[in-house]
């Protein structure tokens, strides 16, 4: 993605009013409602968006699990984030960009499926549960993005990375990954704990 490309941003005044929070905060109908309202979305450059803290880039983080094991994989260093690189992650997503817009589907929903679809391949049907957010504002990279955290369950470990920059990928156990939390950037490390949580693990 090019430093030029815009990309979809709400103000951080919005956050504030919404209620600012760190770490995992559950979805519910108005949270979503007033996080993810387009009359507050705009565009910036992504340049801009990536040092500017008084807007918030909304990623979609999307986790895939099947029968309590999680798709995990390291970000290679042919990813556009290079901040994250090398660190181990079960979030697939990534920018919401003007291009994204069309007459009439949803701009944060289209752009969502077309990061799935051009991160990983899935062969088996699933259903899909939107889980919360996630914020860190402790970092450089977590203060300008937040964290739009979706579930696929599902029903076979048929999903498979596209991109060169999803390397070492597969399913594992919860359990398994909890072992090693510390490796898992911090976005992937709230999300193990919120879906340990779900699961009684």
């Not at 579930?151 to 076979?156: H, M």
Request: charged share 25%.
């Amino acid at each position: 993605m090019s430093l030029d490309e815009e990309v979809l941003v709400i103000p951080a005044a919005h956050f504030r009013s919404v209620g600012e929070f760190h770490g995992f905060r559950p979805a519910d109908a108005d949270s979503i409602r007033r996080l993810m309202n387009p009359q507050v979305m705009t565009f910036l450059p992504r340049q801009q968006a990536e040092t500017n803290p008084e807007y918030k880039q909304l990623i979609p983080y999307i986790v895939l699990a099947s029968q309590e094991e999680i798709f995990h994989y390291n970000r290679g260093i042919q990813g556009t984030e290079t901040r994250l690189q090398s660190l181990r992650s079960i979030g697939i997503g990534g920018h919401i960009t003007k291009q994204d817009q069309n007459e009439t589907g949803d701009l944060y929903r289209m752009g969502m499926l077309r990061e799935l679809n051009e991160e990983v391949e899935i062969l088996t049907p699933y259903q899909e549960e939107f889980l919360g957010f996630i914020y860190d504002g402790r970092t450089e990279v977590g203060q300008v993005h937040i964290g739009v955290v979706h579930l696929l369950e599902l029903q076979e470990r048929l999903a498979f990375a596209k991109e060169e920059g999803i390397t070492e990928s597969g399913f594992a156990p919860l359990q398994e990954l909890l072992k090693y939390r510390d490796q898992f950037e911090t976005w992937s490390q709230f999300a193990l704990d919120e879906i340990a949580k779900r699961y009684r693990i």
